[in-house]
Every structure is written in C-alpha cells, then in structure tokens.
C-alpha cells in the first residue's frame, strides 16, 4: 500500500506570497492519478487539481499542480486570505483503493 | 444540481452497529463508482470503501475490512454503508463521495458518527 507524505505539515505565508506544497508518494503513481482538494474550516473538501496538473472547474490559474512519479507539487502564487486552509492529495492506486496525504496547513 | 446528502449517523456504543445512507440526485447514480471517506475529529481525510457501478466489486481500507460493508441500491439512487463492531477510533464523520475517474469531485455534507459508552 502506497503512503502519501505532505510536507510542510504548516506553512505560514503571508497575503501576496507564493505557496508550494509537496506531496511524496512511497511507490510510483500509476497514470498521474493524483489530486489535490482544499478544505476550510466547518467545510467539505473542494477538488482543486486533477490528474496531477489539471484545474478543476472554476480554480484560478493562480493554483497550479505539476509532478509525476513520487513527487507531486501544489503552488499557488499571490496569496489572498481566502487561500489560508488545509490541503489534501490523493492517489488512486492499482488495488482500487484511495490513499489521502495527512494534510499541509497554509496560515497567515 | 448534484446533491449527496448523508443520513444515519449518530451515537452508538462500542461493539455497536449502524447503517449510513447516502441520497444522490442530480446525475446518472448508477453510472458513476462512489466512495465513504471519513474525518476523525481535528484529523485528516481517511479513505473507508469503494463500489463499483454494478456491486460486482468492493475495496475498504484494512482498518474496516471485515467490520463494514459498503451497497448501493441504484433504482433508489442511494448508497450504503453498514458499520458492525465499531470502534471508538471510527468515531468521525462520514462523507458520501462521487468519483469521477478516480478522484472526488463531489462531497455530501457528511453525517457524524459518535462511538462511545
């Protein structure tokens, strides 16, 4: 079974900055099935990135994903307060199973 | 409007059984696989169960496996997750989870599951 590691666990930035979270995985992801999803506090998770790179319905370019492999990345460049919350991966592996990161917090 | 609403969830005690539903409505239910991800109290995400379109296959995590069984019944456009032999650590609540093409794209608001004496 594959183990995503996030890291930072917390990163604080200020409004304006650039972000970059990683996103280890301890085997290969098959087909770039990775994900990332934004969840604030009393919410649900959002679907932001897809398949390693691609934006989700109605996420700004300022979000982007990029990686393959074992090393994933989430940037999102000029910070706006909205933007401070918990992110999520998530891999979808060969045993049809899902494996969610234990979650890097951005705060001001 | 895709709509996943949860229900079923409560305070139960150690050894317990409970049964979470899931009512989808907005899109095609039997076309799509779904998932029951849960969240611990101030914890992370933690994927639980998997079913396929049809109910021919099944996965859960291996902290589940043998204690839950996931169903769908989609003439009802419903989704089930049956909890035997719960545990205080599965108290969390409970999301009913779409997939599209292996990732989540839509969240039910989620109903909470308390394990306790």
């Known amino acids: 079974e594959s183990v995503l590691t996030q890291s930072p666990g917390t990163l604080s930035l200020s409004p304006g900055d650039t972000a970059t979270l990683s996103c280890r995985a301890s085997?290969?992801?098959?087909?770039?099935?990775l994900a990332w999803y934004q969840q604030k506090p009393g919410q649900t998770p959002r679907l932001l990135i897809f398949g390693a790179s691609n934006r989700a319905t109605g996420i700004p370019d300022r979000i982007s994903g990029s990686g393959s492999g074992t090393d994933f990345t989430l940037t999102i460049t000029r910070l706006e307060p909205e933007d401070f919350a918990v992110y999520y991966c998530q891999q979808y592996d060969n045993s049809l199973t899902w494996t969610f990161g234990q979650g890097t917090k951005l705060e001001i | 409007e895709v709509q996943l609403v949860e229900s079923g969830g409560g305070l139960v005690q150690p050894g317990g059984s409970l049964r979470l539903s899931c009512e989808a409505s907005?899109?095609?239910?039997?076309?799509?696989?779904m998932h029951w991800v849960r969240q611990a109290p101030g914890k992370g995400l933690e994927w639980v169960s998997r079913i396929n379109t049809d109910e021919s296959s099944a996965s859960y995590a291996d902290s589940v496996k043998g204690r839950f069984a996931i169903s769908r019944d989609n003439a009802k456009n419903t989704l089930y997750l049956q909890m035997n032999s719960l545990r205080a650590e599965d108290t969390a609540v409970y999301y009913c989870v779409r997939d599209q093409l292996h990732y989540a794209d839509y969240w039910g608001q989620g109903t909470l599951v308390t394990v306790s004496s």
């Open positions: 907005g899109f095609s239910f039997s076309s799509y696989w």
């Open positions: 085997q290969i992801v098959n087909g770039n099935f």
